[in-house]
């Protein structure tokens, strides 16, 4: 008696834990079927709301979300990040449905349409973001532009070699463009090819003005340097014709000693040479030499490089070190309130190849220019100045 009734117990207790598995299962798929059920209402934001206003740009971003969980949903595959992974609040969801992912459920009919009109109103949506946007960067660097030019007219003259780059237009720029770095990392997680598209268009826009602010600075600082005033080339070439019939070593000895007195004129004090100096020399008083020319100028730029790349790999999110995705980088930070980290610091080089080359693609791209340009400035300083 006492057996049957204990079996009786385990058999109740056995429904119990089905039927409550059962409940689980169906409450599972109830917020599945929510997740990946968007009305064309929900998705107006995408074709009315502002792209450019911080209310019309969470409108957009809301809506974004809304697709973008529904569309991971039914395609995992989709999110670089991973393939399950949606937000923190939906993870066991999307890890639940990733069991289904090759089952029946997967393959219906009615997911797979609504997979396709997601994709639809995706693809629509880009469409209207990429001339916003085109115009957008173009407005930005003209700022900057702008900005730059105020700063030519207000700054001291750059044959001081006070004058610097100065990076706060640029920052401007930058806090301009802040604001849609969460709508690259949705392009980046569901179209790749628009992804790198977009890269193309800023860089286009970008590299106009630091080639015109690189120049600037190149020529501003070839304005500082001493012209050549003819004592090196005695030293080089002068001194070899004097006596043809001297030992190697003779010659040798004796461009030593010119060369060792060259060089103790030029680090005398002014002071105590002022009645020897040509006025050649007096006329150049504060000009560097042109190698030194070269020094401040890849001193000066090198910093600008490296904020560009920093803010190229952050706006975009070409990092694999990058844990944050699409729904938690709007809801992190409200639209108007972002705004970079440190860009001043050089970042690590990538591990994902991929992501590597790509930083490296647009930097080459963008900083076109600069090869040529320094390969021009060395000629510069040794035509006239061999030593």
């Not at 697709?67 to 949606?86: G, H, N, W, Y």
């Not at 173009?138 to 700063?151: I, M, T, V």
Request: aromatic share 8%.
């Amino acid at each position: 008696m006492n057996e049957d009734i204990a079996y009786i117990e385990a058999q109740s207790q056995g429904l119990q834990v089905q039927a409550a598995n059962q409940k689980l299962l169906q409450a599972e798929l109830n917020a599945l079927l929510k997740t990946v059920s968007i009305s064309l209402s929900q998705l107006q934001p995408l074709k009315e709301s502002s792209l450019e206003s911080p209310q019309g740009l969470d409108q957009i971003e809301r809506a974004l979300v809304l697709l973008f969980k529904a569309m991971i949903t039914i395609d995992p595959t989709l999110s670089s990040l991973s393939s399950s992974r949606v937000s923190e609040d939906d993870t066991s969801r999307s890890n639940k449905f990733g069991k289904f992912e090759n089952s029946d459920i997967s393959s219906m009919r009615v997911l797979q349409e609504k997979k396709e009109m997601y994709k639809t109103e995706s693809t629509l949506f880009l469409r209207r973001l990429k001339p916003f946007l085109q115009v957008k960067f173009a407005a930005a660097f003209d700022e900057c532009k702008k900005g730059l030019e105020r700063q030519k007219e207000s700054a001291l003259n750059r044959r001081t070699g006070k004058n610097k780059l100065d990076p706060k237009s640029h920052d401007m720029t930058r806090n301009i463009l802040w604001k849609y770095s969460p709508l690259m990392l949705f392009i980046r997680e569901i179209d790749h090819v628009e992804w790198e598209e977009f890269m193309k268009i800023y860089v286009s826009a970008s590299r106009p003005i630091y080639q015109e602010e690189a120049r600037d600075a190149v020529a501003a600082w070839q304005r500082n340097a001493k012209k050549p005033s003819g004592d090196e080339h005695e030293v080089l070439f002068t001194s070899q014709v004097e006596k043809q019939t001297e030992g190697i070593a003779t010659t040798a000895r004796k461009l030593t000693v010119k060369r060792s007195q060259t060089l103790a004129k030029s680090l005398r004090s002014p002071l105590g040479d002022s009645g020897h100096r040509t006025p050649a020399d007096k006329g150049q008083d504060g000009r560097i030499y042109r190698y030194e020319v070269i020094n401040n100028i890849l001193d000066e730029i090198q910093p600008f490089i490296i904020a560009e790349q920093n803010f190229v790999v952050d706006f975009f999110h070409i990092s694999s070190f990058e844990t944050q995705d699409f729904v938690e980088a709007v809801s992190s930070v409200p639209a108007d309130a972002r705004h970079g980290g440190d860009l001043k610091k050089l970042k690590l080089m990538d591990p994902n190849r991929d992501f590597a080359r790509k930083v490296l693609s647009s930097m080459q791209d963008e900083y076109s220019f600069f090869t040529s340009d320094m390969q021009q400035l060395v000629e510069w300083a040794i035509r006239d100045d061999p030593l």
